[in-house]
């Protein structure tokens, strides 16, 4: 049976590595496992996050921005999600619909009406099984964000990195709404606890909720 797992959080929660760590995991005990991430999935959605996050076009507006994350959504779900989904395997997906409330919502304060039509457009209808939402202070993770992307030798995809502290508090804050709204959906992990510790509270909240759909 399909299942589609997403992971959120403010920049610098860890989301990333953990969700690897669960990929790696999930293989062990033998579930095909698809890693994907938005922006991106796809060629051409990996196009359009190289434009979203480039520190350089720091000038996007928001309604653009909120566009090209639609658009690169679009693309990601018809090429990649809903044939991995179709073929009854695990999805782990780096952000997904949530990061654009929490972002261009509560962050950039665009009308969330707005938001969740496009979002839907997108999509398809397509909604995740299970959010892990990686919590931690917006200050943890700004400076966790900042000091990894000063120690890659990759692009530096630092655009939201670059926002204000108060940006990242409405995007937290933004999240947590959610989880207040959708608790049967979400699983908040404290992000501020060891990777090791972080890891072993994710697993057991997704080993019981495949269970359950089994």
Do not use: W
């Not at 860890?14 to 796809?42: D, F, M, N, W, Y």
């Not at 359009?48 to 909120?66: F, G, S, V």
């Not at 990061?99 to 997108?122: E, F, H, K, M, P």
């Amino acid at each position: 049976m399909a299942c589609f797992i997403t992971f959120e959080g403010i920049e610098g929660c860890g989301k990333t590595t953990q969700l690897q760590l669960l990929a790696r995991r999930l293989e062990h005990v033998g579930h095909q496992v698809t890693i994907t991430r938005e922006p991106g999935g796809s060629p051409i959605a990996d196009q359009i996050r190289n434009i979203l996050l480039d520190a350089d076009n720091r000038a996007i507006m928001p309604l653009t921005e909120l566009l090209l994350y639609a658009a690169a959504r679009a693309q990601h779900v018809r090429e990649l999600l809903t044939p991995a989904l179709e073929a009854d395997g695990i999805v782990l997906c780096d952000r997904f619909t949530d990061a654009t409330i929490a972002y261009q919502g509560y962050g950039r304060r665009i009308d969330l009406a707005v938001i969740n039509q496009l979002n839907l457009l997108a999509t398809g209808g397509i909604r995740p099984d299970l959010t892990i939402l990686l919590d931690c202070p917006a200050e943890t993770g700004l400076g966790r964000a900042i000091s990894r992307i000063n120690s890659s030798a990759g692009a530096r995809e630092e655009r939201f990195e670059l926002e204000s502290l108060q940006f990242h508090q409405r995007v937290r804050d933004g999240y947590l709404e959610l989880a207040r709204q959708e608790p049967e959906r979400f699983v908040v992990i404290d992000a501020a606890a060891g990777i090791p510790e972080t890891e072993t509270a994710i697993a057991a909240a997704v080993l019981m909720r495949i269970a359950i759909r089994g």
